[in-house]
């Protein structure tokens, strides 16, 4: 009888598969994926918004944001879909020979930018819906808050929460690979998602939601009066910037070194090199 997950080892071999494959996908592929995985993403920003924003315990807040958030990695999952901080796992593929830089810095582009184009999408959809009017406009003014918060991080914060983040997303997504059903899939996506929103960790593809919603949000001065943030300290263009450099870069360190060249080292490139050895020696080490 077939195990029903992967073993530790074994998964390493699945994200080679899984990076390769991604690279082969064409363009227009890669960019249709990720405005759909940016949207997925989203929609776990926006209904973990709606249901924490009047909890006034830090702590519950907090945790009822991040029991919600986890639907957006699902989807990108169990559906199909290609998120920037998920394919910085491609490194895996790309350290094993199997796959080029070319081929992998192209997919991180494409998919950044569709990742973009799918979270501008869903916030204009979700403003122009009516629901950041919840609670008498107080949602909108805690999107704002969020927003404004995000972008007036220092680059180190920032730098350090979002290795923090990628590193229990792209953990997520390895785990996930282990299963072989879906609810098992579901399951081991939800702990680690749970566990860095709760903590407050920042993700790129997630604050391109953010961002993009607190600025939708300011154009209305009920959502800006209800947010309590300064004029200098609001969010806009530049503190977007300001915001996504950092984290970007963050999750990259996070997910592909953290996780990505740490299990690559782990299962294949110190195995591989003590059979060289043995070989080489003629005598078992």
Request: charged share 10%; hydrophobic share 50%; proline share 3%.
């Amino acid at each position: 009888m077939d195990s029903m997950m992967l073993k530790p080892g074994e998964l390493c071999d699945a994200s080679i598969g899984s990076g390769c494959g991604k690279a082969k996908l064409t363009t227009l592929q890669q960019l249709v994926l990720g405005i759909l995985a940016g949207a997925f993403i989203a929609v776990g920003g926006a209904v973990s918004a709606v249901v924490s924003h009047s909890i006034t315990n830090v702590g519950v807040s907090k945790f009822a944001a991040g029991a919600v958030f986890p639907v957006g990695l699902m989807l990108v999952v169990i559906c199909g879909a290609e998120l920037f901080t998920g394919n910085c796992l491609m490194v895996v593929p790309l350290a094993d020979g199997k796959i080029n830089i070319k081929e992998v810095l192209k997919n991180w582009v494409v998919v950044y930018i569709g990742n973009f184009i799918g979270s501008i999408l869903i916030a204009f959809l979700v403003f122009e819906a009516g629901v950041f009017g919840l609670s008498a406009g107080k949602l909108g003014g805690v999107v704002i808050k969020t927003a404004s918060t995000k972008g007036n991080l220092s680059f180190g914060t920032a730098f350090a929460s979002a290795i923090m983040c990628n590193f229990l997303v792209c953990l997520a997504v390895w785990g996930a690979s282990a299963a072989k059903d879906v609810i098992s899939k579901l399951v081991i996506i939800w702990f680690p998602i749970m566990a860095f929103v709760t903590c407050g960790f920042e993700h790129c593809v997630a604050n391109m939601y953010f961002l993009t919603a607190g600025i939708f949000a300011k154009s209305n001065p009920a959502f800006v009066r209800a947010s309590g943030i300064a004029p200098d300290k609001m969010i806009d263009g530049s503190h977007m910037v300001q915001n996504l450099i950092p984290v970007t870069l963050g999750n990259i360190v996070g997910g592909a070194i953290l996780v990505g060249l740490a299990y690559y080292l782990a299962y294949k490139y110190i195995p591989a090199r003590k059979s060289s050895e043995v070989s080489n020696n003629g005598v078992s080490k």
